[in-house]
């Protein structure tokens, strides 16, 4: 599922039913079928403002269970998918044209474009390749190392949905493109979207099993399996539509009531840095591909499963792999005029993002150029915030410095307006970093003068769970404790 705003606006009951109805693939051939790529509506705007409700009414639902949203999770996934949409809208069309290219000189047959047989062969046929793709995700290591990042949320919810990779779309448009040989390029396309929406609802905990359905769809039952790390979920439930290529090709995956999921990846990171977690796989690939023995299992280390190990089968055994039982979430408790901080800049981020996606057009390079670097440092900024990472405080200093100096507008009110938004929170983070000196100050006084150890005040100890490069956190992130949360 992407996210973008384009043609957002209030909908008409009629509307909405029939967003509601592309929520669950409802959709039928007329009034969906379509005679050129140009044709296709962007379902994905349509469907946003339903999203949004989406994910408001879990968390509501999730707070009356008493099993309270985790504000910065939520966040990092939402920040994966506004980078992932915005490289999406830099290279607006170039998988689509790809595909239009071999369809228009190497086509097979001609089907009908508005003929329903050619509707429900492409439903088939993109699900069908949709879980290849999905599954060769999971099961070439170099393409599980950038997909891991949807599987990395401890949380199983719907903002997880739009938890992808930069490089998502790409990976898929390779699995797409044998179609092209026999589906038409339009109906591809909406099957595509058609196809991703339907996966954002069961991103949820909140549905029970469904009956029946379970047996030919996939479900937030079955979806949650997939989402586990739990030795017997791993590798299953690749279906996107239908759960019916897992039934033939021998990765179903039941529910086991009995054993409680485990959501994440099996050596679960602790960070909320969305850059970081795009790339942090890689280099421990690249060593793992290096430090063999021979050029057949390097090539092995890269293009087997994640369990591979030398002499083992293409995925791995069972008995050499982790089985991850219950464990604490990573959480970091912030203050909560910090939490009021992130959810402003959060917002900001959304609306220069769906300026952007409107407008993008219209922009010049060193506009594009410009959104773009504040989109992804903002949203790393936010990421360091939010993990209590020591080095947060100076990162957003220093963020907010520069774009005060670059954000210059023609307009005079746009230009107050972005003076408003970046002087104040630079101000704020001088004074909070000079009353962080003076609390590590006194906090060092008193430890030489009555010999505390590690207690630095009154009220917090040093969380001893979360540590950069030896250095606790506290001093640099003030009444924030990083706390493992079952």
Request: charged share 15%; net charge negative; proline share 5%.
């Amino acid at each position: 599922m992407d996210l973008s705003w384009e043609n957002c606006s209030v909908s008409s009951p009629s509307t909405i039913a029939r967003n509601v109805g592309k929520l669950f693939y409802v959709v039928p051939p007329e009034g969906n079928t379509f005679q050129s790529v140009q044709d296709v509506p962007y379902y994905f705007s349509e469907m946003f403002p339903l999203f949004i409700g989406l994910v408001i009414a879990e968390y509501v639902a999730l707070a009356m269970k008493g099993e309270g949203p985790r504000l910065t999770e939520s966040l990092n996934s939402l920040s994966h998918g506004i980078i992932s949409e915005t490289f999406k809208i830099l290279l607006m069309g170039v998988e689509t044209s790809i595909y239009v290219y071999v369809h228009n000189h190497f086509r097979l047959i001609d089907l009908e474009w508005d003929n329903p047989i050619t509707w429900y062969a492409a439903l088939l046929t993109v699900d069908f390749a949709y879980y290849w793709a999905h599954r060769a995700s999971h099961e070439i290591n170099f393409l599980w190392a950038q997909h891991q990042i949807h599987h990395s949320a401890e949380d199983f919810n719907i903002a997880v949905a739009v938890r992808h990779p930069l490089t998502h779309n790409w990976i898929n448009s390779f699995f797409y493109l044998p179609l092209a040989f026999v589906i038409p390029p339009p109906q591809c396309l909406a099957h595509q979207q058609l196809n991703l929406l339907y996966q954002g609802w069961i991103h949820t905990s909140l549905v029970g099993t469904l009956g029946p359905l379970e047996l030919i769809f996939n479900t937030p039952t079955h979806h949650k399996v997939h989402h586990g790390c739990n030795l017997y979920a791993l590798d299953k439930n690749y279906g996107g539509f239908l759960i019916i290529w897992d039934r033939i090709f021998g990765t179903f995956q039941d529910l086991l009531p009995e054993e409680e999921l485990v959501f994440g990846v099996v050596f679960q990171h602790e960070s909320h840095n969305p850059l970081w977690q795009m790339w942090y796989r890689f280099p421990a690939l690249w060593q793992w591909a290096k430090m063999q023995k021979t050029w057949g299992d390097s090539f092995r280390a890269l293009f087997c499963g994640p369990s591979w190990i030398p002499g083992a089968p293409r995925l791995g055994r069972d008995e050499d792999k982790v089985n991850v039982t219950p464990r604490p979430k990573f959480t970091v408790l912030l203050p909560k005029w910090l939490q009021g901080y992130i959810l402003v800049h959060f917002f900001a981020v959304i609306v220069c993002f769906q300026k952007f996606a409107l407008q993008k057009g219209s922009f010049d390079e060193l506009t594009v150029a410009m959104t773009v670097a504040y989109l992804l440092v903002t949203l790393t900024s936010i990421g360091l915030l939010s993990e209590g990472n020591p080095y947060g405080s100076y990162f957003e200093l220093a963020r907010c410095t520069i774009f005060l100096y670059l954000s210059t507008s023609e307009d005079y009110f746009l230009q107050g307006a972005l003076r408003l938004y970046f002087l104040p929170s630079m101000i704020v983070w001088i004074i909070y970093l000079l009353h962080q000196v003076m609390i590590c100050y006194k906090a060092e006084l008193k430890q030489q003068a009555f010999g505390l150890g590690t207690k630095l005040n009154a009220q917090y100890e040093v969380p001893t769970s979360k540590i950069y490069n030896g250095k606790s956190n506290f001093c640099l992130v003030e009444n924030t404790a990083v706390m493992k949360t079952s």
